[in-house]
């Protein structure tokens, strides 16, 4: 047996099957849970590292299901794939990339902030569904298998956010609300699934896109599915839940909860370019998600301006945030049956969205971290009850700046290098777009101006004396963070040329993606 | 060369833009070594000037989140207003959101063909 051809199901099956030891185990040691998790993640980041160099070097993968081979995609005398198969490509890889990290970070993160809590073997089991739910949105081959993995994403997002429900009333609240968005989304998702399967008897994205015709049929689908993963992107006017949930969770959940709301924007992109590509009118869809952007963009961050709970003003960045994906991608989108536009700044402007997508899991990764490390030791989110912190917590203060200066785009950090793509071409599309995105970080940068002088400026203040800095394995998760935020910043080239160009063209090319699954047919 | 992005209209490297900022820093840091001749001091020139007012102490000096941008929000009440009323916190309406807008996404991919 070749283990490598089977890395694409190891990847989602280590943490499963590890989810459902973790709570044996936490009946022997609790302690080992957290051990188990990391190591679980840490093998199947591994694993998504090998994946990816494979699927750069020699193309995308394909993992068939109870097949003779894994790549047998189309039995003999069958035209059409009846097996469920994960379907990895460039932009599949990308995304798994982002998941692997953010949830191998987050388990890190959580051995010492989850340590004083109850019930920790159920946290780590729930974290370990939340990225296999993640994984397996961003790799299916499968319409139906997708709505599948969303709901277990969506499940384990919903105990999560509640975790320390037992003890307050907002984290079950806000949980309550996440469950009830996040089944009408699966609703609209199943239904739009049904209509694919009525009219083409098929499951498979790549055999739908083959016979895909824009019928009516197919236009209602498409309105289904538009909304409810742009909602669970966190798109406004649809954002809602974002502060309740981002807020309420424990800071490592927050930030897999970003990478989560990603791989709904995941899908969304793959929808519209993989599945519909031209056939259907991308003109008015990509105004559709420019707007979506535009709307997310200004009204996240003005929202943000006006928080008094850190976590919740950092959730409104990241509804901010989501709108720069959205409108690199949706110029893309407008611009994809203009191939001269195409080439001459949409490619670029899919390139800036794309590459947002990983640089906003870094660094909004890494402010939620720094936001929990500031709860963990003063036990509070309100920014009027801080002040002074960084006399007491120097690497949480640096953290925190790092993170900061990446998300309001100051050179040299990541964020600069994505919002400029996104600026240089956008503004070639509608110069009026491009300069309602600078505005934003402008304001993005006063928002955090604002934290950092609440939160860590001024004189020592007598409640704090007894603070100092939190855990090393806190530390050390937020370090290599800010280290990863720093390199993507200083040589932005290397990711755009190898993991960003590729993933917007995997999009882009939608022969090459049906293709993979349907040979040459 | 290592680091250096294209954008489609011009490029980006950040280790130019660090080598910049090191040299027009040692610039500014090396004017600001040279001094000023009427600085002295020990004299009134070492307090902060704030509009002949008493200075606080340290502790009572702490700017806190809710005065900062009070100017801001204050002089855009008119769109703040609307928006902060917008976000109600009830679940009933961030369902309706979700309904109305998949009506209008709905519509708008109907007729635009």
Redesign the interface.
């Known amino acids: 047996m070749n283990l490598s051809n089977h890395i694409p199901i190891l990847i989602i099956a280590i943490p499963l099957l590890a989810a459902f030891l973790v709570p044996l185990i936490g009946r022997i040691n609790k302690k080992a849970t957290g051990i188990l998790t990391t190591l679980a993640l840490s093998v199947s980041l591994i694993f998504t590292i090998a994946l990816a160099v494979k699927i750069l070097t020699v193309g995308p993968q394909v993992y068939v299901f109870g097949a003779t081979s894994p790549s047998l995609t189309l039995p003999s005398g069958l035209k059409f794939p009846i097996r469920i198969m994960l379907q990895i490509d460039a932009m599949s890889i990308f995304m798994g990339l982002i998941t692997a990290v953010i949830s191998f970070f987050g388990a890190i993160y959580s051995l010492s902030f989850i340590k004083k809590y109850d019930g920790v073997d159920k946290y780590y089991s729930l974290l370990l569904l939340l990225t296999v739910g993640m994984f397996g949105m961003e790799f299916t081959g499968d319409i139906f298998n997708f709505f599948v993995f969303l709901e277990i994403a969506s499940i384990a997002s919903v105990a999560l956010i509640s975790f320390r429900g037992v003890d307050y009333g907002e984290p079950a609240e806000a949980g309550f609300k996440y469950m009830m968005v996040s089944s009408i989304s699966a609703l609209m998702v199943l239904f739009a699934v049904g209509i694919f399967y009525g009219q083409y008897d098929l499951l498979n994205f790549a055999a739908i896109a083959s016979m895909i015709k824009y019928s009516q049929l197919d236009k209602i689908a498409l309105g289904l599915l538009i909304p409810v993963l742009a909602m669970k992107a966190g798109a406004v006017p649809m954002h809602m839940w974002t502060p309740d949930a981002y807020s309420e969770a424990p800071a490592p959940i927050t930030m897999i909860l970003v990478a989560a709301s990603q791989a709904s924007l995941y899908a969304l992109f793959r929808i519209v370019f993989s599945l519909y590509n031209i056939s259907l009118n991308a003109l008015t869809v990509g105004w559709i998600i420019i707007i979506f952007g535009l709307l997310s963009m200004f009204i996240g961050v003005t929202m943000a301006i006006v928080q008094k709970d850190i976590k919740r003003l950092m959730a409104y960045h990241a509804v901010s945030q989501t709108g720069y994906m959205l409108l690199g991608v949706g110029v893309g989108l407008a611009v994809l049956a203009n191939p001269v536009a195409l080439q001459k700044y949409g490619i670029t402007a899919m390139e800036g969205g794309i590459f947002h997508i990983m640089n906003h899991a870094m660094y909004k990764g890494l402010l939620f971290l720094t936001a929990g490390a500031l709860f963990f030791r003063t036990g509070t989110r309100d920014l009027n009850k801080m002040g002074g912190l960084a006399h007491y917590m120097k690497y949480t203060t640096i953290f925190f700046i790092i993170g900061a200066a990446a998300i309001a785009g100051l050179p040299p950090f990541n964020g600069f290098a994505s919002k400029l793509l996104i600026y240089e071409s956008v503004y070639r599309f509608n110069p009026l777009l491009s300069i309602i995105a600078m505005v934003v970080s402008i304001l993005t940068l006063a928002s955090f101006v604002k934290v950092f002088h609440s939160a860590f400026l001024g004189p020592k203040l007598p409640q704090f004396k007894e603070v100092k800095e939190v855990p090393r394995s806190m530390v050390f998760a937020m370090a290599v963070l800010s280290c990863i935020i720093i390199f993507f910043g200083l040589f932005p080239d290397l990711i755009v040329k190898n993991l960003v160009h590729p993933a917007v063209m995997s999009l882009i090319e939608q022969l090459q993606y049906t293709g993979t699954v349907l040979g040459g047919m | 060369m ?9 490029f ?1 490297s ?2 130019i ?2 080598v910049l900022v090191l040299v027009i820093g040692s610039i500014v840091i090396y004017i600001r070594n040279k001094g000023e001749d009427s600085y002295k001091k020990n004299t009134e020139q070492d307090k902060p000037f704030i509009s002949g007012n008493p200075e606080e102490s ?2 009572s ?6 005065h ?2 009070w100017g ?2 204050e002089a ?1 009440k008119g ?2 207003n609307p ?2 009323k ?2 109600t ?1 009830n ?1 009933n ?3 309706s ?3 109305m ?2 009506v209008i ?2 519509i ?3 007729v ?2």
């Open positions: 290592l680091g250096l992005l294209e954008t489609g209209s011009g980006w950040a280790i833009w660090i340290k502790e000096s702490h700017l806190s989140a809710n900062i941008y801001f929000t855009l769109y703040y928006l902060v917008m976000h916190g679940i309406d961030y369902s959101w979700i309904i807008l998949t996404i709905l708008v991919i109907g635009s063909g």
